[in-house]
C-alpha cells in the first residue's frame, strides 16, 4: 500500500541557539498569519499525495504555539488530506513549554508521540548550547509527558561539545535509562556554516574532539545502548524495540514520498524534489496568492536515486539491497574489516560501518 | 646593413622587460595602441603567470632616428631558464647588443647579474636602462652605484625611462641606434644563417626563425640545414612584424623567418646554420649543440578512457617544441601512457601544465629519471631511461650514469655555500677560476640525476639568485645503482620505481613515503607505504583508516544537498588511481616527484 508523510515546519522559537541553522525567527507575532497560511498550503497540495501514516511537527519550536493554533493546524491536515489508520503523529517540544495540560491537550488532539529537545542533562552544556532550560526542565518535561500519557517518547541529546569527556556523556546516556525513555538521538555537535557556534570554531575559541575523540563517543555510546537492550537502528538513532521507531524519519531513510509544509520544508514525490522559500513574508505573500511557496525544485535521476538509496540506506541498521552494489574485492575487504555484514541479501552495516555511512557510500556506489 | 640592429632585452623577473618590449613596439608603430594587448611577447598563458619566457619570440620595429635615418630594430626575446639556456645562448648570438633592465626601486638583482654574464660571453653591446622611475620609491643614486660597483659597468653609459608611463622611450631607441654596432657580415658572401628559433604554423608547416650573417636568401632558394643533413626549397621569407610580413630576400645582417614546407618542427634544430645547396658556407655557424632530451619520465592518463585524447594532445603539442619526444609505454599500475623525453625538470612541468590546461587532461607523471647504461654478464650494453626496463641486478656487471660538467658564475661570497651544495651532490674535480674581481667562475663534474631533480632551484637561493648556471654532458661513469621502489599495501606503483645511488636510496625511499602518506587521503583500511631495493624494506610510512566520517542528521531538508556533497566526494575519488584497494590522487604522484627541499 502506498503512503506517504508530512512534515510541517514551525518557524518560530523563542531565541535563536548559536549551533542551529534550521530557519526560524523570535517574532511571535507573526503566528496567526503563519497558521492561516499553512491551511492555505494544505488546500493546494489536497488530493497530490497518498495517504499519510506519519505526520511530524518540527521546528523552530513548534512548543511555542498556543493551543488554538495546534488544533487550527491538525484540523486542517484532516481537513485536506487522508490518513493511514493508526498515524503517527509527532510534536517536537522544548522542556521549558512542556506543562501537563499542554501534554493532555496535545493528547486529546491526535498527538501520540513526542520528540524533546533535551540536548544534555548537565547545566553547563545547556548554557553552551545557549538553551532556554534547565536540565531539571527536562526531568519535569519527561514525566510530565508521561503523566499526560504519552508513552512513545523521544528525547534528542549532544554529544562532542568542548571538553566534554566521555563519562559526562554516559551520564546523560543513564538518563535515559532513569526515566523509562523508549527513543533517544543522540547527536554528533554539528558545526553549520553561518552559525554563530561556527563562526566561535573558526576563531579558534572552542576545544572541539578530534575524529578519533568522536569515534570514542560513538562507539560509547553504541556500547551502552546496546547493553540495554536498545536498537542502533540509525547514525544517530535509538529506541528500545522496533514500535519506537521514528516511523517518520524511516520514511526519508527508506525514500517515501513525503510532504513538507512552511517556510523551508523540502518535499518528494519519488521523481522529484522541492523545498519552500526560507522567509516567512514571502511564504506568507505566496500562500496569501493561492500560490506554492517553493522556491527551488529537481528532478531525481535514476543515477541520483539509486546514490540516494545507498546513502540513505548505509545510514540505517535495515542497509541496502545488495543487488544494488556490484560485487567486488573491494567489497569484500569492507566485509573481511567488519563495516559490512550480508543478511538477507541485504548489505547492513555494523556499528563501525555506521560511524562511516558517508564514505561507504562514496566508496561502493557503483557509478 | 649599416640601418640595422639585433637587440635583445635581459632583465631581472618583474624588472619591466616585457612592459619595456610593448612600449618600444607601440612608439614604433608596430601596433596601433587600441589594438594593443599588454605584453604582445609573451604569448603563452603559463608565460605570463610564471613571469618567465619559454618560447623565443622576434620583432621588427622600424624607426627614423634623430639623424634623419631609417632604421630596422630587430628585438629577441628570450627565454629565461637553465633548461633553456641553450635557446638563450642562440637568441643572444643572433644580436650584437642588450638593453639590461633594472628597476630603479628594487636595484640590481640577481638575475641582472646572471644575464649580464651572458651577454659579456657574447660580446654584445650593453646598454644598463633604469626603468620605473615614476615610482615614489625610485632610488636612482643607488642603482647608479651598484651599475659601477656591482656590474662593473660605466654608470654613465645609463638610461633612465618608465616603460608603464612610457617616459624616456625615445633615448631607449636612439641608443639603440648609436651604441649597438650595426650587424657586420657580407652579403655576396655563401649564406649563413642561424635558426634561434621554429615555430608551427597549422597551415604553413614550421616557420623558421633566423639570423642572416652572411649572404641572401630568397624565394625559391634551395636550401640545406647543415647538422640536420637536409635540403629544402624555400617557400616564403619575411620579416617579423606583429604578424609576418613576406619579402623577396632576407640578407646579411637581418632578423626574419624562412618558410621551406617543412612538416614537422623537430626537423629543425635549434642554433643549426643554414645555408645554400648549391654554394654552401665553408663552415657552420659555431655553437652548434643539439637538443638531446635528458629527463625522461612517463604520462598516463588518470582515466584510461583518456588515452586516445591524450595520444592527440600528445601530437599537437610536438608539432610546437622540437625539444620533445614521446613514445608509447605502459605500465602495470597505470595502464597506457606515453614515454617522454625533456630538457629538463621545468620543460616537463611545462608539457604537463600546457597537457592539462590547453587540452584539458589529467595526468599522471612517473619519477623522472636520466639514461642509465648497463653492461650485462653476456657483454651486452643496454641504455635504461625507464625505471621499468632496470635489468636483472644478478646480470649487471657494470653500472653507469650520466655525468654533467656544470659552469656556475657568481659573486665570490656565495663560493663557500655553492661548492658545498655540489659536493652534497656527488660533485668531483672542481675547478675555480676569477674572470674579474669579486667574480668567480666554478666548474665541477656531477651526476646528472643528481642536478636535475633540485640542484638549480637550490642553486639559485644558495647565490640568492646572483648566480648563472649551465651544463653540458660529458660522459659516463661507474656508479653503484640498484633499483628503489615504492609499494602500497605491498603492491609495487611502477610509476614510482626510480634508479638511484645506493647512498641515495634510504633518504630518496623515505622522502617518497613521506611524501605520499601526506597526499593519500585516508581510506577505510590502513594503508602501509613502503620503499623497497628488491625485497629489502629500507622505508616505510602508514596512513590511518577514516574512523568516524558521516553527518549526525539526514532527514528530509538534508538529502539533495548531501547528495551533492556525497556525489562531489565520487568524482574526486574518480580523478584518483586505484592500485590494489587504495584510491591515489594525482598530487601524490606529483608531490614524489618534487624536490627534496621544498
Not at chain 2, 635581459?10 to 607601440?26: P, V
Not at chain 2, 665553408?282 to 582515466?303: N, Q
Not at chain 2, 676569477?434 to 642553486?459: A, K, N, Q
Not at chain 2, 577514516?546 to 566526494?569: F, N, P, S, W
Request: hydrophobic residues 40%; glycine residues 8%.
Amino acid at each position: 500500500m502506498s503512503e506517504a508523510g508530512l512534515y510541517i515546519h514551525i518557524p518560530f522559537c523563542a531565541r535563536k541557539c548559536p549551533y542551529c541553522h534550521f530557519y526560524s525567527i523570535t517574532n511571535l507575532e507573526l503566528m496567526g498569519p503563519f497558521i492561516e497560511g499553512l491551511v492555505r498550503e494544505m488546500e493546494m497540495y489536497r488530493g497530490a499525495f497518498p495517504p499519510f501514516s506519519t505526520i511530524y511537527v518540527g521546528g523552530g519550536s513548534p512548543s511555542l504555539l498556543p493551543l488554538p493554533f495546534i488544533e487550527t493546524m491538525l484540523n486542517g491536515v484532516f481537513r485536506f488530506f487522508s490518513l493511514t489508520r493508526n498515524p503517527e503523529v509527532t510534536v517536537e517540544v522544548n522542556p521549558a513549554d512542556g506543562d501537563r495540560t499542554w501534554f493532555k491537550a496535545l493528547a486529546q488532539l491526535g498527538v501520540n508521540r513526542l520528540i524533546i529537545g533535551v540536548q544534555s542533562f548537565d547545566d553547563g552544556d545547556l548554557a553552551f548550547l545557549g538553551r532556554r532550560h534547565r536540565a531539571e526542565d527536562a526531568v519535569v518535561a519527561v514525566k510530565n509527558a508521561q503523566e499526560a500519557g504519552f508513552v512513545n517518547i523521544g528525547i534528542d541529546l549532544i554529544y562532542g561539545l568542548p571538553q566534554q569527556s566521555i563519562e559526562v556523556w554516559e551520564d546523560n546516556l543513564k538518563q535515559v535509562i532513569n526515566l523509562a525513555i523508549p527513543h533517544v538521538s543522540c547527536y554528533e555537535l554539528t558545526l553549520e556554516e553561518g552559525t554563530p557556534l561556527d563562526e566561535r570554531a573558526k576563531r579558534g575559541e572552542l576545544n572541539l574532539p578530534d575524529e578519533e575523540m568522536k569515534w570514542q563517543f560513538f562507539q560509547a555510546t553504541d556500547g551502552f545502548f546496546s547493553e540495554h537492550g536498545f536498537i542502533h537502528y540509525e547514525v544517530s538513532n535509538f529506541a528500545r524495540d522496533d514500535a519506537f521507531y521514528s516511523r517518520h524519519n524511516l520514511h526519508y531513510w527508506q525514500r517515501v514520498p513525503y510532504l513538507g509544509l512552511g517556510p523551508s520544508a523540502h518535499s518528494f514525490d519519488g521523481h522529484h524534489r522541492w523545498w519552500n522559500t526560507s522567509s516567512l513574508t514571502r511564504y506568507l505573500r505566496k500562500t496569501e496568492k493561492g500560490v506554492k511557496p517553493i522556491e527551488g525544485k529537481e528532478e531525481i535521476t535514476r543515477e541520483d536515486a539509486i546514490f540516494e538509496e545507498i546513502f540513505l540506506g548505509l545510514r540505517t541498521r535495515d542497509g541496502v539491497n545488495k543487488e544494488l552494489v556490484r560485487h567486488s574485492p573491494l567489497l569484500e575487504s569492507l566485509l573481511q574489516e567488519g563495516y559490512l555484514i550480508v543478511d538477507h541479501n541485504r548489505l547492513r552495516p555494523t556499528p563501525k560501518g555506521l560511524a562511516l555511512a558517508d564514505r561507504l557510500a562514496v566508496i561502493i556506489c557503483p557509478n | 646593413m649599416e640601418n640595422i640592429r639585433n637587440f635583445s632585452i635581459i632583465a631581472h623577473i618583474d624588472h619591466g622587460k616585457s612592459t619595456l618590449a610593448d612600449r618600444l613596439i607601440e612608439i614604433t608603430g608596430v601596433v596601433e595602441p587600441r589594438q594593443f594587448k599588454d605584453q604582445i611577447l609573451d604569448n603563452l598563458d603559463i608565460e605570463r603567470e610564471r613571469g618567465i619566457t619559454i618560447k623565443s619570440q622576434a620583432i621588427t620595429l622600424p624607426y627614423r632616428a634623430r639623424d634623419g635615418k631609417e632604421y630596422l630594430l630587430n628585438l629577441i626575446d628570450t627565454p629565461g631558464h637553465v633548461d633553456f639556456s641553450y635557446e638563450v645562448s642562440r637568441a643572444l648570438a643572433a644580436c650584437e647588443g642588450v638593453l639590461l633592465v633594472i628597476d630603479a626601486t628594487q636595484g640590481v638583482q640577481a638575475q641582472t647579474l646572471a644575464n649580464l654574464y651572458l651577454a659579456l660571453e657574447h660580446d654584445l653591446a650593453i646598454i644598463p636602462i633604469i626603468n620605473k622611475i615614476d615610482l615614489p620609491s625610485a632610488d636612482i643614486p643607488r642603482v647608479l652605484n651598484q651599475i659601477e660597483v656591482e656590474l662593473g659597468l660605466n654608470p654613465k653609459d645609463h638610461l633612465a625611462c618608465s616603460a608603464k608611463e612610457g617616459i624616456g622611450i625615445e633615448a631607449i631607441l636612439e641608443a639603440i641606434v648609436e651604441r649597438i654596432p650595426p650587424p657586420k657580415g657580407d652579403k655576396n658572401a655563401p649564406l649563413a644563417a642561424l635558426i634561434f628559433d621554429a615555430q608551427y604554423d597549422s597551415f604553413r608547416g614550421t616557420v623558421i626563425h633566423c639570423r642572416v650573417f652572411d649572404g641572401e636568401v630568397a624565394t625559391g632558394d634551395l636550401i640545406r640545414l647543415i647538422h640536420s643533413d637536409a635540403v629544402y626549397k624555400v617557400e616564403e621569407v619575411g620579416r617579423f612584424g606583429l604578424t609576418r610580413i613576406r619579402r623577396d630576400t632576407l640578407s646579411a645582417g637581418e632578423v626574419g623567418y624562412i618558410i621551406a614546407g617543412i612538416k614537422n618542427i623537430s626537423d629543425v634544430q635549434t642554433g643549426d646554420t643554414i645555408t645554400h645547396e648549391e654554394r654552401p658556407c665553408s663552415a657552420p655557424l659555431a655553437g652548434f649543440r643539439e637538443a638531446k632530451p635528458v629527463v625522461f619520465a612517463s604520462i598516463y592518463p588518470i582515466a584510461s578512457d583518456d588515452y586516445e585524447d591524450l595520444a592527440q594532445a600528445l601530437e599537437k603539442y610536438k608539432l610546437n617544441d622540437a625539444a620533445f619526444v614521446y613514445e608509447k609505454d605502459s605500465s602495470v599500475a597505470l595502464g597506457q601512457g606515453f614515454r617522454c623525453g625533456f630538457l629538463g625538470l621545468l620543460h616537463l612541468e611545462v608539457v604537463q601544465e600546457r597537457l592539462e590546461r590547453e587540452y584539458g587532461l589529467s595526468i599522471i607523471l612517473s619519477v623522472p629519471s636520466v639514461k642509465y647504461r648497463f653492461t650485462l654478464r653476456d657483454g651486452t650494453v643496454v641504455m635504461v631511461d625507464n625505471p621499468a626496463h632496470y635489468p636483472n641486478p644478478a646480470h649487471i656487471v657494470k653500472a653507469e650514469e650520466p655525468f654533467i660538467r656544470a659552469q656556475m658564475i657568481m659573486p665570490d661570497k656565495y663560493l663557500g655555500a655553492v661548492m658545498k651544495l655540489c659536493q652534497e651532490k656527488r660533485g668531483e674535480n672542481s675547478h675555480l677560476h676569477y674572470p674579474s674581481p669579486g667574480r668567480v667562475e666554478l666548474t665541477y663534474e656531477m651526476p646528472l640525476s643528481e642536478v636535475i631533480f633540485d640542484f638549480y632551484d637550490r642553486f639559485k637561493s644558495g647565490t640568492q639568485g646572483y648566480g648563472s648556471f649551465d651544463y653540458e654532458l660529458i660522459d659516463y661513469r661507474e656508479s653503484n645503482l640498484v633499483l628503489l621502489d615504492i609499494l602500497v599495501n605491498g603492491e609495487k606503483v611502477d610509476a614510482l620505481s626510480q634508479i638511484v645511488h645506493r647512498d641515495r636510496a634510504r633518504e630518496r625511499g623515505l622522502l617518497a613515503c613521506e611524501r605520499l602518506q601526506e597526499e593519500i587521503p585516508r581510506q577505510l583500511f590502513k594503508i602501509a607505504i613502503q620503499a623497497a631495493i628488491g625485497s629489502e624494506i629500507i622505508a616505510r610510512t602508514t596512513i590511518n583508516p577514516y574512523r568516524k566520517d558521516v553527518t549526525a542528521k539526514c532527514y528530509g531538508g538534508d538529502i539533495t544537498r548531501k547528495r551533492k556533497l556525497l556525489e562531489k566526494q565520487k568524482k574526486g575519488k574518480k580523478r584518483m588511481k586505484m592500485i590494489g584497494e587504495v584510491h591515489i590522487p594525482q598530487s601524490a604522484f606529483l608531490a614524489v616527484l618534487k624536490s627534496d627541499h621544498e
